[in-house]
Nanobody, 126 residues
Framework: QVQLVESGGGLVQAGGSLRLSCAASGRTFSSLAMGWFRQAPGKEREFVAGTTWSGESTSYSDSVKGRFTISRDNAKNTVYLQMNSLKPEDTAVYHC???????????????????WGQGTQVTVSS
């Protein structure tokens, strides 16, 4: 089992920044592929960013590319999502997700990940 706890969400004005954190426990963090997803009211959960177990490969959705950065600190068992130049359309509950699999590509499908955090709310005001 893997437990994931997100933090760092909040209310920010458009153009501002936030850094989300996801702390993992229960399994060797370095063996986890990690992803960030978000879900806005009335919409399906969508992929935002992901990183492989090694951190060598990352991937971003087109809507956040160039503004968000995913990173991981294996010593702290934590993955981060640095979000810059935030827009009102970034408003959503952000979830981190994990799967114990050492693959070399980032998977963007929600059904591939088998561990999920409860989420943290990000609200961007215009």
């Amino acid at each position: 089992q893997v437990q994931l706890v997100e933090s760092g969400g909040g209310l920010v004005q458009a153009g501002g920044s936030l850094r989300l954190s996801c702390a993992a426990s229960g399994r060797t963090f370095s063996s986890l592929a990690m992803g960030w997803f978000r879900q806005a009211p009335g919409k399906e959960r969508e992929f935002v960013a992901g990183t492989t177990w090694s951190g060598e490969s990352t991937s971003y959705s087109d809507s956040v590319k160039g503004r968000f950065t995913i990173s991981r600190d294996n010593a702290k068992n934590t993955v981060y999502l640095q979000m810059n130049s935030l827009k009102p359309e970034d408003t959503a509950v952000y979830h981190c997700a994990a799967r114990t699999q050492r693959i070399t590509v980032v998977v963007v499908s929600t059904i591939w990940y088998n561990y999920w955090g409860q989420g943290t709310q990000v609200t961007v005001s215009s």
